[in-house]
């Protein structure tokens, strides 16, 4: 049936209309939070290049969390930031690292059961040259080296895991990590403990104001040679493909917007849980526009995130989350 018969803005006509066959929703239980947590006491220290973020202490990442439950959000996205740093990044596997215990004191802290704690598992907030592995460099020649690096994370994870975390979620891209993680997990007696790969992270420009936030940024080359090429689809899925055969439980797709045909060639392809992380980049961005008045923050705010639910991501990380919750009710 054709127009005049056929009118689809029928089913535009009031807000109520809208809402009974909207197809794709956002709800603050799809919303994952990350937080940067430094060491000290009473620490909230604002981050220039993302406005409303901040490097907090523990017992400030305590009241994050609280102010997270009551919102009805769905987990927290862990990040450390360590007093200090080393060549083999000892502070991610430290038993005492300011992750593990900020995850302890969460745990003792939050009594409720609908806040999920997602522990990151990488070194380069740790390394003192910044990259995500070990780093064998000979004069100007460097080389992030795989299979020593795999060994740190597989026993970061555990860390992580026996200090409580709900989820480790790798995001080093080193190639066999799952599989690492997945043996030193079940060998540690933590074998119902997920693992949330960010099966395909792309070597982005929008990383930018996360490397300010979590003092991780390369103190020499870059991170080309283990994150992904943004001009790859294809490759992208076979790193998701490795990674399920390797024992992965979720996926999370990095960035978010500039790559939303990943996430829905992924959600075509793959039945795992899947989210994708609206990253530094793309908050900022979206915060400088507002600060000008160029665009309406809460509109553009929901508009961006309904865009990666609608790609097929089933939860989203985002620094809006609760600026979000607040609007979603």
Known sequence: MNFPATRLRRLRSTAAMRSLVRETHLE???????????????????????????????????????ACAAL????????????????????????????????????????????????????????????????NRDGEHYEVENDSSVALLAKTAVSLAEAGADIVAPSDMMDGRIAA??????????????????????????????????????????????????????????????DIAEGCDMLLMKPAMPYLDVIHEARQRFDLPMGAYQVSGEYSMLHAAFQRGWLEPERAMLESLLSIRRAGADFIVTYFAKDAAKVLG
Not at 184 to 193: P, R, Y
């Open 28 to 66: 603050p239980s799809a919303l994952i939070y990350p937080l940067f947590v430094c060491e000290g006491e009473g620490v909230r220290r604002e981050i220039s290049s993302m406005p409303g973020v901040f490097n907090l202490s523990i017992d400030e990442i305590v009241k994050e969390a609280e």
């Open 72 to 135: 009805g959000i769905g987990g927290l996205l862990l990040f450390g930031i360590p007093s200090k740093k080393d060549e083999t990044g000892t502070g991610a596997y430290a038993t005492d690292g300011v992750t593990q215990r900020a995850i302890r004191t969460i745990k003792a802290s939050v009594k409720t059961e609908s806040l999920v704690t997602i522990a990151d598992v990488c070194l380069c907030e740790y390394t003192s040259h910044g990259h995500c592995g070990i780093v």
């Open 181 to 242: 993680m997945r043996e030193a997990l079940d060998d540690a007696g933590k074998t119902n403990t997920p693992i949330m790969s960010y099966a395909s992270k792309f070597a982005s420009a929008f990383y930018g104001p996360f490397r300010e936030a979590a003092d991780s940024a390369p103190q020499f080359g870059d991170r080309r040679t283990y994150q992904m090429d943004g001009a790859n689809l294809r490759e992208a899925m076979r790193e998701i493909e490795q």
